[in-house]
């Protein structure tokens, strides 16, 4: 079983920086997803279990970097030059599986979620 504990979001204006981590009880491969009101669960970014495979939607690529620290079992997610777009919580997501990937359904742990608004 692992555990995950979600920091960071906030409010910020259109250009501006926010970073978001996420505590683990367990050392497995971990995603950061986000969703909108009446929307599907959204890949945003996945790492590998040693943190040297990283893999980036579209919308975010270029923008966002995502990382992990094996000491703390922590996953991090750095996200500059947010867009009013970008406003959704995001959760942070864990498998038990070697092999990363950007569907909802393959991850066993969610975090609660954060919410992350940017204006324009």
């Known amino acids: 079983q692992v555990q995950l504990v979600e920091s960071g979001g906030g409010l910020v204006q259109a250009g501006g920086s926010l970073a978001l981590s996420c505590a683990a009880s367990?050392?497995?491969?971990m995603a950061w997803f986000r969703r909108n009101p009446g929307k599907e669960r959204e890949f945003v970014a996945a790492i590998s279990w040693g943190g040297g495979r990283t893999y980036y939607s579209d919308s975010v690529k270029g923008r966002f970097t995502i990382s992990r620290d094996n000491k703390k079992i922590t996953m991090y997610l750095q996200m500059n030059s947010l867009k009013p777009e970008d406003t959704a919580v995001y959760y942070c997501?864990?498998?038990?599986?070697?092999?990363?990937?950007?569907?909802?359904?393959?991850?066993?742990?969610w975090g609660q979620g954060t919410q992350v608004t940017v204006s324009s």
């Open positions: 367990g050392r497995t491969v």
């Open positions: 997501a864990a498998r038990d599986s070697v092999v990363v990937s950007n569907t909802p359904s393959d991850y066993n742990y």
